[in-house]
Every structure is written in C-alpha cells, then in structure tokens.
C-alpha cells in the first residue's frame, strides 16, 4: 500500500509559478510511473503528467505543455509538479498518483492505482 500527500497548493496570480509536491510512503517509490491530475469546478478529472520510475522521461497534456515541469527524487520518495506562467483556467484540485503494473495508458485514471487526496490551487486574474 502507497500513501501519497500533497502539501502546497494555494491562492496566486496569473503569470506567477507554484511548485506542488507529492511525498509517497513505502519503500518501493522508484519501481512506480507517477502521474499528476486536475480536477476544475464542474469538470471531470484530467490527466496534467506523469513521469517513469527513472525520472528520464515523461509527458504532459497539451495545455500545460512548455509551462509545467513533472520532476521525481527517488531519494525522498518525493514528485514534483513546477508550473510557471498559471493562468486562471489552471485552477483546480491537483491530485499526484501512483502506477505500479503500468497497464493501459498513462493518461487514464484507470491505468494508477494510488491517489493522494489532492490540493486545491487557485490562480486569480
């Protein structure tokens, strides 16, 4: 079992960065594909990242590409979530999650098995 938190989040203003972090418990954090997802008011919940256990490689949604960085410390059990120039329609409950079979596509809720409960992050005009 894989508990995830999510410290971070809260109130900025268009144009500025926010980092988000997702702390994992265990002892097998590097063997996990780890993902990052949003939820807006209203909307359903949409795939923002993820990243592979070596932290080489990874991918983005196309709306967040060129703004927001998905980073891993193996080391602190640690995935990171850099999002630089926000803009209002990035507000939203950002949730971290955590794959283990890596069965399906990244970008499906269905292919992660863990969640952490999810930080709220506001971005104001």
């Known amino acids: 079992q894989v508990q995830l938190v999510e410290p971070g989040g809260g109130l900025v203003q268009a144009g500025v960065s926010l980092r988000l972090s997702c702390a994992a418990s265990?002892?097998?954090?590097?063997?996990?594909?780890m993902g990052w997802f949003r939820q807006a008011p209203g909307k359903e919940r949409e795939f923002v990242a993820f990243i592979r256990p070596s932290g080489i490689w990874g991918d983005y949604a196309d709306s967040v590409k060129g703004r927001f960085t998905i980073s891993r410390d193996n080391a602190k059990n640690t995935v990171y979530l850099q999002m630089n120039s926000l803009k209002p329609e990035d507000t939203a409950v950002y949730y971290c999650?955590?794959?283990?079979?890596?069965?399906?596509?990244?970008?499906?809720?269905?292919?992660?098995?863990?969640w952490g409960q999810g930080t709220q992050v506001t971005v104001s005009s």
């Open positions: 265990g002892r097998t954090f590097s063997s996990y594909v």
């Open positions: 999650a955590a794959a283990k079979d890596y069965s399906g596509s990244y970008s499906a809720e269905t292919f992660y098995d863990y």
